[in-house]
């Protein structure tokens, strides 16, 4: 192996998981691929690569689905929490790269491993809870149908934890990739989601709801590193602090975007037929947040930046506690189809998330395959329904 990756960062161990077989082991890292293969991404294609046969079926048992983080996840680096899932992508057939941020990296490295690798595929429903080194395939017969929300809080209510930001973390699929919908995501932490190539569909077609990590391993950092460490981390939170764009993403997340966006343009409307949005003030990041709703900040593990907030519905349908959606997720009903509702501030994104599949291609997909639509880019009716895309979201 040789002593060429000397300064940490990884706990140089991975969790292999055969679902048919249901055999869990745990394997040694080589430091050489993880020197030349920096960070989860990385990781995963060359495991990914190295273990494939080439023209498998993205949903065939073969394929895996791995779980992975890079070398600073889970330290005082700022937004270290993310994660990377890999797996073979089922709309191109070739690579899933799918990344989530909120606190689930930080706690798969905290259970003991640097990656999970699932391969096979479950005659039931499960699903998977690493702990300190220690994993267990457990029943999930009773979660199965349940939303990504709903799957995490009867998971953290199990496990005796409540809030998301202590204790436990939870990935999961949502009925979307239990029924195998092409671009279904996978949602970790109520509302942080790996949202391309896929990767939801590959753990519904393995029969695994979710994964569960916990623990209380350390990440190693080379004692002839610890200084300069501390003086990067400190530089960049300064610096991410004092940026405009982290001044602007601190106040008002990514909403605060919107109207620098179309002043210069960059916004698509009616589907790029456009792009002056008439009455921009209600995308306006002040009146968001002093008309429509409140919000708490929620940090991701180790980030300053505060730019994700949860919102509450006080009641309806669709009451609980959401994400505030990002300046992305507006984009696709609220402007590329011209509609404004303010409940659909938080309604459709909450739909997606709850059922976790993506908002943009999910927005986009409904727009296109309108059958009012037709060829007519002007017909106002379709434009100024309220209520065609959340039809489809409920579907
Ligand atoms: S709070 Fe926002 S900026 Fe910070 S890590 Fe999470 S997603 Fe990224």
New binding site residues.
Partial sequence: MGNRFPAGGYLEKILRVDLTERRIIDETVCADVLHQFIGGTGLGIRLLYDELKPGIDPYSPENRVIFATGPVTGTMV??S??YSVISKNTLTGLVAAAQA??FFGARLKYSGYDAVVVQGRSDRPVYLHICDGKAELEDASDLVGKDTFETDMLLHRKYGEDGVEHGISVAAIGPAGENLVRYACIVSDRG?VASSGGVGAIMGSKNLKAIVVRGKHGVPIHSSNVKSYLENVKQWVEEAKSSSMGKL?SNY?SIGFFVPYHSRGWVPVKNLTTNIFAGEEVFEAEYIRGRLHHVQP???????????HTVEVAKGTYKGVVGESQHVLRSVPQKRLSLFNRKHFTQRPRLCKWRAFPFYPGGIGKSYGNPNRGNNCSCESFWASQEVLSAGFLK
């Fill in positions: 700022p937004g929490g993310t941020n909120g942080h993403v997340g929620r940090s991701c593990h180790g980030c300053t930046f505060y730019h994700c």
